[in-house]
Nanobody, 121 residues
Framework: QVQLVESGGGLAQPGGSLRLSCAAS????????MGWYRQTPNDQRELVAL????????????IYADSVKGRFTISSDNADTTVSLQMNSLKLEDTAVYYC??????????WGPGTQVTVSS
């Protein structure tokens, strides 16, 4: 089993910054990609950013939603399977519950419990 623990959510003003972190524990050897999704009360979960944390040809590759490109940066610390999401220039529409995810070879995606991000003036 894999467990994901998220931290760093909270309240920020428009134009401000927040940093989210997610640490994976348990059977982490088969994790090849981690990242973040988000969900507002009226919407489906949507991709925010993903990063490949293994693979000779994919290590470090990132994927971003168009809505966050240039504002958010995903990074990983391969030493302990931790990923972070630096969120700058926050907008009101970034308000959502942010979920960490971990993708494993031949296994179902693992979801974290979620952390609330609220952007408000």
């Amino acid at each position: 089993q894999v467990q994901l623990v998220e931290s760093g959510g909270g309240l920020a003003q428009p134009g401000g910054s927040l940093r989210l972190s997610c640490a994976a524990s348990g059977i982490i050897e088969n994790i090849y990609r981690m990242g973040w999704y988000r969900q507002t009360p009226n919407d489906q979960r949507e991709l925010v950013a993903l990063i490949f944390i293994s693979g000779a040809n994919t290590l470090g590759k990132t994927i971003y939603a168009d809505s966050v490109k240039g504002r958010f940066t995903i990074s990983s610390d391969n030493a302990d399977t931790t990923v972070s999401l630096q969120m700058n220039s926050l907008k009101l529409e970034d308000t959502a519950v942010y979920y960490c995810v971990a993708d494993r070879i031949a296994k179902d995606r693992v979801w974290g419990p979620g952390t609330q991000v609220t952007v408000s003036s």
